[in-house]
């Protein structure tokens, strides 16, 4: 089952601008991750965000959190042609019981060119 | 530290046969996820493993099955491979404790003929 749905699907800017991806999600999460994902290889962790935070900041990324609207973006200011991949939400389902079972979208494929 | 591996990188096999790929989790780690990734169904989880012992299931058939042992290294079998296993298999490892931070190897890309 998908749990959170990017977008837009596929992005594409200019060196230098600003990138903003969006997640919504449908159940109540403990946290929320996003991911990146170069040509069909392993992911990536960029950022965990957890549920009682609003926002968070890492270098050029910056994460935001709405529970009650069940959504979150991701900006990566001043893009660089390096940032092009596909970059993915992920929550976790289970948010009653120990474990992990990230449940993840289909993703955004930004493209950066110079 | 070194990061998570997946061996094989690349394999390909004829639809009927098995197939186990191997996970070698960060050190310290004790959980170890399993993911398939096709252009359909994007990332799927399989399951989770922490302590040698199956924590999670994701919705896949009994034919997809997994192991963990006292090293924290993982195995995932698939029994009589059809096409549609034709995948990239990605592990991921964690702490096993909240807030769950997974880490991912490069993946196992299975072609079934």
Redesign the interface.
């Known amino acids: 089952s998908q749990q959170g749905e990017e977008d837009p699907q596929a992005l594409s800017i200019q060196e230098g601008e600003n990138a903003t991806m969006n997640c919504s999600y449908k159940t109540s999460i403990n946290n929320l991750q996003w991911y990146r994902q170069n040509s069909g290889r392993g992911l990536v962790h960029l950022i965990l965000i957890r549920s009682n935070e609003r926002e968070k900041h890492s270098g050029r990324l910056r994460v935001t959190l709405d529970t009650s609207k069940k959504s979150s973006s991701l900006l990566i200011t001043a893009s660089r042609a390096a940032d092009t991949a596909s970059y993915f939400c992920a929550t976790d389902e289970r948010y009653n019981q120990a474990g992990t079972a990230l449940i993840f979208g289909k993703g955004t494929t930004l493209s950066v060119s110079s | 530290k070194a990061g998570?591996t997946q061996t094989p990188r690349y394999l390909i096999k004829t639809r009927g046969q098995q197939v186990t790929l191997s996970c070698s989790p960060i050190s310290g780690h004790r959980?170890v996820?399993w993911?398939q990734q096709t252009p359909g169904q994007?990332?799927?989880?399989l399951f989770?493993y922490?302590s040698e012992t199956q924590?999670?299931k994701?919705?896949f058939p009994g034919r997809f099955s997994g192991r963990q042992f006292s090293n924290s290294r993982s195995e995932m079998n698939v029994s009589t491979l059809e096409l549609g296993d034709s995948a990239?298999y990605?592990c991921?490892s964690?702490l096993?404790q909240?807030?769950?931070?997974?880490?991912?190897?490069?993946?196992t890309?299975l072609t079934v003929t």
């Open positions: 998570v959980s996820s993911y994007g990332l799927q989880f989770e922490f924590r999670n994701g919705n990239l990605l991921a964690s096993g909240p807030p769950y931070e997974q880490y991912f190897g490069p993946g890309r």
